[in-house]
């Protein structure tokens, strides 16, 4: 059996390689830039710790737990501080603490009295009969109002994806939603009802999902995955063909690349992508079916910059001891949202200090994602000035630019799965898994890899026997 391949050293690659080493299958993972990890990168600097991309993962599946476990980071595994779980949500140009009791959502003064009646009203809207796929807006719209979509629906969409409500499909992006309507009639109903459901299958839900890092930042994960795999990581290996072929081991593909400058070629028994959908466009793929995933690079990647500062304690009036804040369209501001970072895990920042890592861009702004560093942080500053009373100058700071940031499942997203799935049946021992099929959390992207090293260990296990019977 030749090695299996692996394009793309993000969390899903690095997982997916991980697992199939663990099987006993061999792999090559090839990444394109000089480092794995993707979005993930830790910059430790003068006392203070960047994340460059996401700051924590969410424990929704026991397998992300497992990949901790398995890769022995259980000791260096940080859950966040217990006083850091208040989170805020920006209204009337400041920060107001989300309730988090049925009792403390009809006293905020987050939502008026009458979003507050339609959201009690919920359980007794009709569910969806008509087929038509609905946005998010749509559908928030339609079952709690626009105030709630306006005040809280926006800058959840903000924080999560980076994206617009009015283009964002409710059963490709947020898939559950549809699912409780349709299932239970209603959200609240689903979510009282459907806890029991979710307890067996091991879920929880991401508002409820423990959350977690490590002591030097997420990137410690990524690295150790590295670590694990040793040389079977190829760094600046650029894949530029895949062909379906076969050789003495078998029917299998053909990987062409470039490494060093060089053009070099290498069999294999299957091939699992772990890039980006519009990377995957451009790959030339032969198979003995053709297969057709040009349209992939329609899928829509916004851009969006990290902006991390660090200032004095005292030059901040805001305790910042939460989570964060998120911070809906209609308050003005140019940022999406700042985590509160320091406040969430120790060692973030020096004594005295606090680290606030704030996001601009998305499909809100895409072109403030473009400036140059030092306007993303002085209209960060600047937001940040009236938010959290920052004062005076920050003494530490650390910008990052994704230009094509996160893909955007948006209405009508569902031809580009089925375009994904008809290329594995089209192409054997093709396996596409990441962040544009099947969600774009961190969570969401270990479990992709985790499952999709399963389904390439079961289909190499089910040939070798075939093999082997045939050989008998």
């Known amino acids: 059996m030749n090695s299996v391949a692996v394009i793309g050293g993000g969390i899903t690659g690095l997982t997916a390689a991980f697992y ?9 993972l090839y990444e394109a830039s000089s480092r794995v990890g993707g979005v993930i990168q830790s910059v430790r600097q003068d006392g203070f710790l960047a994340e460059c991309g996401p700051n924590t993962i969410l424990e929704t599946s026991p397998k992300v737990g497992e990949l901790v476990r ?29 309730p988090g009791s049925p009792i403390g959502f009809f006293t905020t003064p987050l939502f008026s009295l009458k979003a507050k009646l339609a959201v009690a009203r919920e359980p007794f809207i009709p569910r969806k009969t008509d087929p038509r796929e609905e946005s998010i807006a749509e559908f928030v719209i339609r079952r709690l109002g626009q105030e709630f979509l306006d005040h809280a ?7 999560v994806y980076a994206g617009d409500p009015y283009k964002l499909s409710v059963p490709h992006a947020f898939p559950k939603l549809a699912q409780l309507e349709e299932k239970y009639g209603s959200m609240i109903k689903g979510q009282i009802f459907g ?45 530029t063909r895949l062909a379906q072929s076969a050789s003495a081991e078998g029917p299998g593909w053909q990987v062409d690349y470039t490494c060093d400058g060089q053009s070099r070629t290498q069999e294999h028994s299957a091939i699992v992508y772990c890039g980006t959908a519009f990377q995957l466009a451009q790959l030339p793929i ?6 057709a995933l040009k349209s992939l690079s329609e899928v829509r990647y ?9 200032f004095k304690r005292e030059d901040v009036s805001h305790t910042s001891s939460g989570f964060g804040m998120l911070i809906p369209r209609v308050e003005g501001f140019k940022i999406l949202g700042t985590i509160f970072s320091s406040a969430l895990f120790p060692n973030r920042a020096p004594a005295g200090h606090l680290t606030l890592s704030s996001y601009v861009g998305g499909e809100r702004y895409p072109e403030l994602a473009g400036k140059s560093a030092s306007e993303l942080v002085a209209l960060t500053c600047e937001d940040l000035r009236v938010l959290l009373g920052v004062r005076g100058k920050p003494v530490f700071q650390h910008t990052t630019v994704y230009p094509r940031a996160i893909p955007q499942y948006n209405v009508g997203y569902g031809r580009y799965r089925d375009l994904m799935t008809e290329a594995e049946k089209k192409a054997p021992g093709l396996f596409l898994a990441g962040h544009y099929r099947d969600g774009v959390s961190l969570s969401d992207s270990i479990v992709s ?10 289909v190499l296990q089910d040939s070798v026997k075939t093999e082997a019977r045939l050989a008998a």
């Open 153 to 159: 629906i926006d800058a959840l969409v903000a924080g």
């Open 70 to 98: 398995d890769a022995g980071l259980q000791s260096r595994r940080l859950n966040p501080d217990p006083k850091a779980e208040a989170r805020y949500v920006v209204r009337y140009k400041r920060p107001i603490e989300m």
């Open 302 to 310: 916004p851009p969006v910059a990290s902006v991390v500062l660090g």
């Open 20 to 28: 199939l080493k663990r099987a006993g299958v061999p792999v090559v």
């Open 195 to 239: 806890a029991r459901e979710r307890k067996k299958r091991g879920e929880i839900a991401k508002d409820r999902a423990p959350k977690f890092s490590f002591d030097e930042g997420l990137q410690v994960l990524t690295d150790t995955l590295a670590q694990k795999l040793g040389a079977n990581v190829r760094l600046n290996a650029k894949v």
């Open 286 to 291: 032969e198979s003995t079916q053709p297969v």
């Open 449 to 458: 890899g985790r499952n999709v090293a399963e389904r390439v260990a079961a």
